[in-house]
């Protein structure tokens, strides 16, 4: 979906003019530039490359299907989506943009809220349901294609720690130029130095790769992710000065550290989705481990969106998730939910 409202606040990322409707496209009012429109999202990425590029513009980091559909928040992504209504209390009159959206789950996720909702990324694996209803850009977070002060409120979930210390500043830059005077930007992600329960999680995580090792669960997919990750952030001392240097101050924060998380989603739901690749694999006839995994995924989250059996367990299972927030969320760690707030406000 391409609204009047997209193309009122979007403008070029070269020579940052406005940006008109055109036939079939959009075109800069200003240097003539046209930008393609044609598959229901804008792409306003800038001609100039920046050399770090992300690992998510390759296509084999989504070859498990996980971004082409939207299922309900369950699990991490309702801990951190649950956080987000919290921190932000999204409502009508809100105008909220989604900085790294990925597939653009999120924005369908609060839809509900009333708000007036956009999302950029740079890697154009956007979901069917959300290009069919959510105004969605393709462009890069260091160069927002996006008019001064166009935002009132705005979130980053898993972004910061895929960017260098260089880009992190620039993204919040741009972050902080997009939203007006006293706007928030909440953001889900994590610094390099961890806290005292750190152990009880890399305990859980040597249990996983032992699992995988026996051949119980397979991390490859998860692996493949996280070797994007540069953790740009030292400790909270640095956080706080980067987030300062870049105009905003700390209003609200708290730490995640997901002891019962790390045990549901890298041990108990890896294993689950195991059997079901390889259930999906014998049923197929099929040698190959990449569309198992694949068929097992999309299986799944077809069951999850039916609301029945499956979605339950796993609800609960979230519920399970929740308590890292509610007994461990002033326990000081590397993972943390932040609230900032632009200054002049």
């Known amino acids: 979906m391409i609204s009047d409202a997209l193309i009122a606040v979007a403008q070029c990322p070269d ?8 036939p079939g496209n959009v075109i800069c009012s200003q240097c003539g530039r ?3 429109a044609g598959r229901g999202y804008l792409d306003l990425r800038p001609l100039a490359e920046f050399k770090e590029q992300t690992k998510y513009l390759d296509e084999a980091l989504h070859s498990d299907a996980r971004h082409e559909s939207i299922a309900p928040p ?17 409502k009508p009159g809100d105008r909220v943009i989604d900085l790294g959206c990925g597939s653009g789950r999120a924005i369908a996720w609060n839809a509900d809220t009333g708000a007036s909702l956009a999302g950029v990324d740079v890697s154009p694996f956007f979901a069917a349901e ?3 209803s959510s105004d969605l850009l393709l462009g890069d977070l260091r160069r927002l294609p996006i008019r001064d002060r166009a935002f009132t409120k705005a979130w980053s979930l898993d972004v910061l720690e895929h960017l260098s210390p260089a880009a992190l500043r620039e993204m919040l830059a741009e972050a902080n130029r997009v939203l007006v005077p006293g706007g928030t930007l909440f953001v889900y992600t994590h610094v390099r130095k961890n806290g005292p329960l750190g152990p009880a999680v890399r305990g859980i995580n040597r249990f996983a790769k032992l699992c995988e090792r026996l051949g119980l669960i397979d991390l490859r997919q998860e692996r493949l992710r996280k070797s994007d990750h540069l953790n740009p952030i030292a400790d909270h001392d640095e956080l706080a000065r980067v987030v300062g240097d870049a105009g905003f101050t700390i209003e609200r924060l708290t730490y ?3 002891v019962a998380g790390a045990l549901i989603e890298n041990v108990l739901i890896r294993m689950g989705e195991r059997a ?3 259930r999906a694999k014998k049923a197929a006839g099929d040698s190959d481990d990449a569309a198992a995994v694949r068929a097992a995924r999309t299986g799944a989250q077809a069951r999850i969106r039916k609301r029945g059996a499956t979605y339950q367990a796993l609800r609960a ?5 929740a308590l890292d ?13 932040a609230l900032l707030r632009k200054r002049g406000g």
């Open 15 to 22: 020579c940052r003019g406005a940006v008109v409707r055109g």
């Open 34 to 36: 046209v930008f393609a």
């Open 74 to 90: 369950l699990l991490g992504s309702k801990i951190r989506n649950d956080r987000l209504r919290a921190f932000l209390d999204l």
């Open 130 to 132: 959300a290009v069919a």
């Open 256 to 258: 995640y550290t997901p």
């Open 276 to 278: 079901l690749a390889r």
């Open 317 to 321: 299972l979230s519920a399970v998730m």
């Open 325 to 337: 927030v509610h007994l461990f969320g002033r326990v000081k760690s590397g993972p943390f939910f």
